[in-house]
């Protein structure tokens, strides 16, 4: 079985990451955060999981259909909310335990509005990088905090991010930090090597203003077979191209598994008004420089 293209941070050269990016669609840079900007970002997301209410946060599912008109979600493009676990919650509607224990991410605009994600995600080694995976002028359009906690974290199903992330031409470019070790075990991303060279298989879009609706591109399933694990220590990035199909089992382990991700877009191209994730007026893209 192929493994991932993996590079240590501060030694590479940029024309081999891109190389392998263009190649497998996605690359590992080993070591891009040291433990301590990784212990901030936890201790920070910690920090505002506790100012987290059950009554304002919707359960978060994988399958869009079970969000499709939730407002909650549509309108997170320039906010900090709070999605859960599916099963998160007890029968009499009750939080299973901590926040912490029960979310399932945190989004999506943490990179613009909390100052502890805004140094991480304007770091100035990522603008040259993603300049150098094709991206004229980059900018970050998206920003979550991934927990995937112990026990009831839930599997997410094989999936391009550009059929959320859709911009013409694609520009999508996916940035995972590692903020804990991510495994076999707890749940690590598998991607299917190649496959970004392919075409956009689903595109999903506002219907209404508060309403969305996948479609479906190209009807072919995903071949799983060739998935390769990415397993990730703390600190380390993945970096992978918008098209590049990836999954993650659930987390049966004892271990959770978070994640710091972007998602930047290059805007010379082409943003959709009906793509799911929307900026106000007073929230405009920022260069990533
Ligand atoms: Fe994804």
């Not at 978060?60 to 979600?73: G, K, L, P, V």
């Not at 991607?191 to 209404?208: I, K, N, Q, S």
């Not at 992978?240 to 805007?267: C, K, M, Q, W």
């Amino acid at each position: 079985m192929s493994s991932a293209a993996r590079f240590e941070a501060g030694r590479y050269e940029l024309s081999d990451v891109a190389e392998a990016f263009h190649r497998d669609g996605f690359v590992v840079l080993d070591g891009f955060c040291s433990p301590e900007a990784c212990a901030e970002l936890r201790s920070e997301a910690r920090r505002l999981m506790q100012a987290a209410s059950p009554e304002e946060a919707t359960v978060f599912s994988t399958d869009a259909s079970e969000h499709q008109s939730d407002r909650y979600f549509l309108e997170s493009g320039d906010k900090i909310r709070f999605f859960f676990e599916r099963d998160a919650f007890l029968e009499d509607g009750s939080l299973r335990g901590e926040p912490e224990a029960c979310l399932n991410k945190v989004g999506h605009a943490l990179h613009d509005l909390n100052p502890v994600f805004q140094r991480i995600s304007y770091d100035p080694r990522l603008g040259p990088l993603a300049h150098g995976l094709g991206n004229a002028s980059p900018s970050i359009v998206q920003s979550m905090y991934i927990l995937k906690p112990p026990r009831i974290g839930g599997e997410v199903h094989c999936h391009q991010d550009s059929t959320y992330i859709y911009t013409e031409p694609d520009s999508c470019i996916g940035f995972w930090f590692a903020v804990e070790d991510a495994t076999v075990e707890n749940g690590c991303m598998y991607f299917l090597p190649g496959e970004h060279r392919g075409p956009l298989r689903e595109r999903h879009r506002r219907t209404g203003t508060y309403t969305t609706q996948t479609e479906t591109l190209d009807p072919r399933p995903w071949d799983l077979e060739g998935a390769v694990p990415v397993e990730a220590r703390a600190g380390s990035l993945v970096v992978f191209h918008g098209r590049a199909p990836h999954f993650s089992g659930p987390n049966r382990s004892e271990h959770s598994r978070h994640a710091y991700t972007l998602h930047v877009i290059d805007r010379e191209c082409h943003y959709p008004a009906e793509n799911w994730l929307q900026r106000g007026p007073d929230m405009p893209l920022r260069p990533l420089a």
